[in-house]
């Protein structure tokens, strides 16, 4: 099992997080664009190489976004429009992958699922200055998928408090 921790950082144009790991080494940012139409953020290691494009789509039902991995799509990630207690989130890949995103009413939690075992997990930290989650993906399983769907999925819970 991998743990990260993805929180946001505080003064910055656009949105922008760090991810840590288990030793609080940083092993990844993630930083928006300032000048873009909806949200466009990347994915970078520590050298500034792009892992992953996290990518706004307009004009759709409910809100969705696209994750580019070298160039390809690798994962339509959307939030249900019609749920009454909690949210839910689906991670649409390339092929019999799909994930589903589900947390409590709170958006405090949420846990991936695939064909309904339980892939990986996002807890939000309480008590810090910015949205700060632990998240804890087993090995085998996408680390930047799982992180950038997370990203994701404060942009929608969470986006209009900043």
Same mark, same amino acid.
């Given at each position: 099992?991998?743990?990260?921790?993805?929180?946001?950082?505080?003064?910055?144009?656009?949105?922008?997080?760090?991810?840590?790991?288990?030793?609080?080494?940083?092993?990844?940012?993630?930083?928006?664009?300032?000048?873009?139409?909806?949200?466009?953020?990347?994915?970078?290691?520590?050298?500034?190489?792009?892992?992953?494009?996290?990518?706004?789509?307009?004009?759709? &039902?409910?809100?969705? !976004?696209?994750?580019? %991995?070298? $160039?390809?799509?690798? /994962?339509? +990630?959307?939030?249900?429009? #019609? =749920?009454?207690?909690?949210?839910?989130?689906?991670?649409?890949?390339?092929?019999?992958?799909?994930?589903?995103?589900?947390?409590?009413? &709170?958006?405090?939690? !949420?846990?991936?699922? %695939?064909? $309904?075992?339980?892939? /990986?997990? +996002?807890?939000?930290?309480? #008590? =810090?200055?910015?949205?700060?989650?632990?998240?804890?993906?087993?090995?085998?399983?996408?680390?930047?998928?799982?992180?950038?769907?997370?990203?994701?999925?404060?942009?929608?819970?969470?986006?209009?408090?900043?």
């Amino acid at each position: 099992m991998s743990r990260f921790m993805l929180k946001q950082r505080w003064f910055s144009l656009g949105d922008s997080y760090a991810v840590r790991d288990a030793a609080n080494e940083e092993v990844l940012r993630i930083r928006g664009k300032v000048f873009s139409i909806g949200h466009q953020l990347a994915v970078q290691d520590m050298s500034g190489s792009e892992l992953a494009l996290i990518d706004q789509k307009l004009l759709h &039902w409910g809100p969705t !976004y696209e994750i580019w %991995r070298h $160039g390809r799509l690798a /994962a339509v +990630v959307k939030k249900a429009v #019609f =749920t009454l207690l909690h949210c839910t989130f689906t991670v649409d890949v390339p092929g019999p992958d799909d994930l589903i995103a589900e947390g409590n009413f &709170w958006e405090n939690e !949420y846990t991936f699922r %695939r064909r $309904g075992q339980r892939v /990986a997990s +996002v807890s939000r930290e309480y #008590f =810090t200055w910015t949205d700060t989650y632990g998240i804890d993906v087993p090995h085998g399983e996408d680390p930047i998928l799982i992180i950038a769907s997370a990203v994701v999925i404060d942009l929608c819970c969470h986006g209009d408090q900043r």
